[in-house]
């Protein structure tokens, strides 16, 4: 019987950051450190002593009331270190990419110590390869291994919930959700070009192929719905009132919200559609955007393409690189969904409802960073009863009790109440 209130409350950790020594993993300690609840108990994690002290002499500048954060020393190479670490901790954030070649192990112990987790994964390919070696396990043991929660894939995956959540709250079940990136600004950091490089050059061709599933991530089972190969690319939507391009992300976020309907169901609708594009300013923008897009998805199946790619991103963005603080913190993003009900017979119109995600500061890291430490937060704080209950957690709450999740399915309103207080955007109205 899984336990449904707090889970591993006795252990002396709340929160470990694992690769806290990384671009990302320093800002979510930093956030961390500033944000999270006094009495939240939180340690640092990695494999070099040294960096990670530099990390904890910056959380003390940024919170000084946060003295002496722990440290642990672990190695991937080390099994028995990365279970020592995670049988200390209730939740492990993990920041530590490309995860195809860096998360296996920590994914693991995770799993056999019961110890439940948090990545900023956009890798399909690693997603598919923990479900498949470890759903079962962690469903069994009510364990929640949550990976893409970042700005892969919270903005999608708690988009398209919100609109399934406040349509079924009318009696209706969800035809189709559109989602957009109206605007954004943000840099890339090394660690997220390697991650991308690495799903298009090192992902052998025949695990592409079945990436292009759109239901790749979800069970063998699982009801399939009316979404094709081909996503959707350059057109004008009378939707949203403006062009759109193909979103470099489209790929793991669309199967990210897929999975969640899959585990949830079916909830959102027996035929669930849904589909991301980026919004721009005029055709001309768009046309441009999508022929440079599919120019450069094309050449990188070239491996003379590949070598050059990697040898300019580790020349030019190379690994632990990032945005400088004025860059994150004037950074922004600015979804936009439209959810369609399915239409009874006796309606002229289908019922349709609009949702906002925006974030305030650069997408990749200020938020991936906030969105991360609340997500860890949420699953440490919340006890199990309330993840499960409806009236906290939304409509669809109370089906899943461990297992490779996804933020929606894992954390639901819980988690978005979190992040609205932390000052992000997360709206749903009637259209």
Known sequence: ??????????????????????????????????????????????????????????????????????????????????????????????????????????????????????????????????????????????????????????????????????????????ASVKMTVDDMKGIASGGTVASLLGVLTETPYKDQWKMMDPYYLCPADAKRGPDSVVPPVFHYSRDFGKWQSYFVMEMTNTRIVRRSNALFGNAYGPNFAYSETQGQSNLLTASAVTVAGGAIASALVLPPVQWAAKWAANKFVPAGSGPTKEQIETGYFKCRAIGEAVKEPNEQTAVKAVAHINGIQDPGYGETSKMLAESALTLALVDRKTLASPASAGAFAGKITGGVLTASTAMGYSLINRLRAAGMTFDVADL
């Open 1 to 174: 019987m899984v336990n449904t209130t707090q889970r591993n409350a006795d252990r002396p950790y709340d929160v470990i950051v694992w690769g806290a020594t990384g671009f990302t993993g320093a800002l979510v300690a930093e956030y961390l450190a500033k944000s999270a609840p006094q009495d939240v108990k939180f340690a640092i994690a990695g494999r070099n002593k040294e960096k990670l002290a530099s990390v904890t002499e910056r959380m003390s500048k940024v919170a000084p009331n946060r003295k002496n954060i722990p440290v642990i020393i672990a190695n991937i190479d080390d099994q028995a270190s990365l279970d020592r670490m995670v049988s200390q901790a209730r939740v492990v954030i993990s920041t530590a990419g490309p995860f195809m070649q860096h998360g296996h192990e920590l994914v693991e112990a995770c799993v056999n110590n019961k110890t439940d987790y948090i990545d900023s994964t956009g890798e399909p390919p690693f997603v598919r390869a923990i479900i498949d070696k470890h759903h079962d396990k962690a469903a069994a043991d009510g364990t929640m291994i949550v990976p893409g929660c970042g700005f892969d894939s919270i903005p999608s995956d708690m988009g398209a919930f919100m609109l399934a959540d406040h349509l079924a709250k009318k009696g209706k079940k969800t």
